[in-house]
């Protein structure tokens, strides 16, 4: 018995982008953007990236709080989240990834579970971001997950664009 599985790629991402994309440049992306957006389906800057980072779900509500992205440089980005009058730092992490096409590409993070035959899970995430032309953070996220026990299998594939407004430098 085996499994093929096939994950998203920077290309496929860029690919099924839905915004203009401005040419990249390390200090349009530094800054500080608005987590979360007001439409039909909340999503939270924060969290896609945290999920980029750790296994661990993020559930608590921090949509009037602020992310805060440092490029450190060309393969290392700082994230913070910062409380709601931006006085102190919350929580931060760093991504390793590249700059590749008008994006930072970061890079993948996969859980696989295998105890074959009987149970088998894999959690993909792959994602990029980079700035429109006013300054906004795009961010295109690519989710796998699949799961197989014994002879049943399952799994759903989503591709996610996001528009982030920019707060400040």
Not at 1 to 28: G, P, Y
Not at 59 to 87: A, Q, R
Not at 128 to 141: E, F, P, R
Request: charged share 25%; aromatic share 12%; glycine share 4%.
């Amino acid at each position: 018995m085996f499994s093929l599985s096939s994950c998203h790629s920077t290309k496929q991402l860029i690919r099924k982008n839905n915004f203009k994309i401005a040419v990249f440049d390390k200090e349009k992306l530094n800054g500080t953007y608005s987590n979360g957006l007001k439409d039909s389906l909340p999503k939270n800057l924060w969290t896609t990236l945290k999920s980029s980072y750790s296994d661990i779900p993020t559930t608590t509500n921090k949509e009037n709080y602020n992310v805060k992205l440092t490029l450190l440089d060309n393969e290392n980005i700082n994230i913070k989240l910062w409380n709601e009058t931006d006085e102190y730092v919350i929580e931060e992490f760093n991504l390793k990834g590249k700059i590749k096409d008008n994006f930072f590409s970061i890079n993948r993070k996969q859980a696989l579970y295998p105890f074959f035959p009987i149970f088998y899970f894999n959690d993909e995430t792959k994602t990029i971001i980079g700035n429109d032309w006013n300054g906004n953070l795009i961010l295109v996220s690519g989710k796998i997950n699949e799961a197989m026990i014994l002879f049943i299998s399952g799994g759903n594939r989503s591709v996610n664009n996001e528009q982030f407004k920019r707060i400040k430098n």
